[in-house]
Each structure stands twice: as structure tokens, then as C-alpha cells.
């Protein structure tokens, strides 16, 4: 099975797939992860990618689509979470996969208003060592300030203060949401109710899933 998680930034798209990952064994392709990385490292891409990221403003499509056919498997079995971000790298994935024989069997639309997507933002906290998530209230770690996972400090994503958060809402609105539509159209597009507990998405993520695979 190949799906897209598609919604505003901190809408819970990366809470959701690495859950589902684990537990359907697909590979949990995030190309945000997969930027900071680059950052970190100060590979040639992270160099390029850096100042766009700071900013809140997309990577420019040409290095996402190189970075996703790195990555992309042969036999597919994929949730992309936070790719597509422009029609231009939707069209993309669409020749992308037709080349390897693959399919897209979903594209989950995840819903909540902004509101929501900014407490959300306000309140994440992401590890430096691993890049467990949390959230200081919805998802707070045992220990405050602390990973679950493997005991390193947790930090504020610098993307995720106030100003740069209002950029990314925008961006979204004009260079995402039209993926809404153009999923839409191709009958691959699937809502989910974003603004309920992480327990909660997680079972009408289940719902979509699970009707999908008896298909
Ligand atoms: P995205 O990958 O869409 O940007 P995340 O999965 O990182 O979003 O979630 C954003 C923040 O909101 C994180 O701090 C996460 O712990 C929290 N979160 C995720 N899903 C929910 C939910 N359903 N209810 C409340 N908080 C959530
Ligand atoms: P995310 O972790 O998904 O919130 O992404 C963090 C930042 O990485 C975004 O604000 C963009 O600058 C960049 N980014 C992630 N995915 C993409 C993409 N598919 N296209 C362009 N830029 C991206």
C-alpha cells in the first residue's frame, strides 16, 4: 500500500504515520525529517535547503522530487507525510510511481482548523537525539523536558515559533491545499477529522485503512 498524509503543518500527519508504520510495516517517508537531517549533516542539500526551511517557505520542488526518488523503494509500501506540497511535486509522484509499476491507493486529507494547528504548534517538542514528538500538554513526555525514548533534552523547533508558524500557514494555503482538489478529482481522497484526540485520529485512520485493504 502506498498513501499520502496531506493537512496543515501540525496537523498530527507525523504523530499518525509513524504509528501506522509500525504497525502495517510500511516505510515512513517524511521529507521534513529527511530535510532537518540533511541540515544536520550540512550535506549540499541541507546547505541549499536551510535557508527556505528557516523562513517557512518550501524547498524548492527539484530537490524534493531528487531526495523522494532516492528514497522511494522499488516495491513501494510507503506513507508520505508531508510530500506532495505543490501540484508540481504531485504530478511528479504520479510519473514517479507509474515508472516503478506502483500505485497510490490514498491520500488522507487530515482536517483542523488553524486554531488548533497553532496550539499544537506552540506546544511541540521535538528530541534532539531521536526526533521523538511530543506535545507539552496533549503528549507530554514522562519527565519534562526529557525523551521517553532515549533520555536527551527535548527542544522547540525554530520553524515552530509564532512568526514562521504564520508563514507556514500561509504557504499552505497557497501551495498545498490545491492538492485537496487535484486528489480529490482522481477519487484518492480520503477526510479525516484531525481535531479529536491522537487516539481518536488513529481510529478513523484505521476506519479509511482497513475499508481500503478489503477493497
Ligand atoms: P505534523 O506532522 O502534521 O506537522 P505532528 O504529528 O508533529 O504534526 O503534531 C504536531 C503537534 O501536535 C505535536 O506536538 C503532537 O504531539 C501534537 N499532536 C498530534 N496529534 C494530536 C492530536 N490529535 N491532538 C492533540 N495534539 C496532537
Ligand atoms: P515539516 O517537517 O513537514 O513541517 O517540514 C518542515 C519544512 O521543511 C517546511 O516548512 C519546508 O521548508 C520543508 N519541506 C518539507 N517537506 C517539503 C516538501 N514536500 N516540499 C517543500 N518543502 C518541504
Do not use: W
Amino acid at each position: 500500500m502506498n498513501l499520502v498524509f496531506l493537512g496543515p503543518p501540525g496537523a498530527g500527519k507525523g504523530t499518525q504515520a509513524k504509528r501506522l508504520s509500525q504497525e502495517l510495516g510500511l516505510l515512513h517517508i517524511s521529507t521534513g525529517d529527511l530535510l532537518r537531517e540533511a541540515v544536520r549533516n550540512k550535506t549540499d542539500l541541507g546547505l541549499k535547503a536551510k535557508e527556505y526551511m528557516d523562513r517557512g517557505e518550501l524547498v524548492p520542488d527539484d530537490l524534493i522530487i531528487a531526495m523522494i526518488e532516492e528514497v522511494l523503494p522499488e516495491g513501494g509500501g510507503v506513507i508520505f507525510d508531508g510530500f506532495p506540497r505543490t501540484i508540481a511535486q504531485a504530478r511528479a509522484l504520479d510519473d514517479l510511481l507509474q515508472k516503478k509499476g506502483l500505485t497510490l491507493n490514498a491520500v488522507i486529507y487530515f482536517e483542523v482548523d488553524d486554531e488548533k494547528v497553532v496550539e499544537r504548534l506552540s506546544g511541540r517538542r521535538v528530541c534532539k537525539t531521536c526526533g521523538a514528538v511530543y506535545h507539552v500538554k496533549f503528549n507530554p513526555p514522562k519527565e519534562d523536558e526529557i525523551c521517553d525514548k532515549c533520555g536527551s533534552p527535548l527542544i522547540q523547533r525554530e520553524d515552530d515559533k509564532e512568526e514562521v508558524v504564520r508563514n507556514r500557514l500561509r504557504v499552505y494555503r497557497d501551495q498545498t491545499a490545491p492538492l485537496i482538489d487535484y486528489y480529490r478529482q482522481k477519487s484518492l481522497l480520503y477526510t479525516v477529522d484531525a481535531s479529536k484526540d491522537i487516539d481518536q485520529v488513529y481510529s478513523s485512520l484505521r476506519e479509511v485503512i482497513d475499508a481500503k485493504e478489503r477493497n
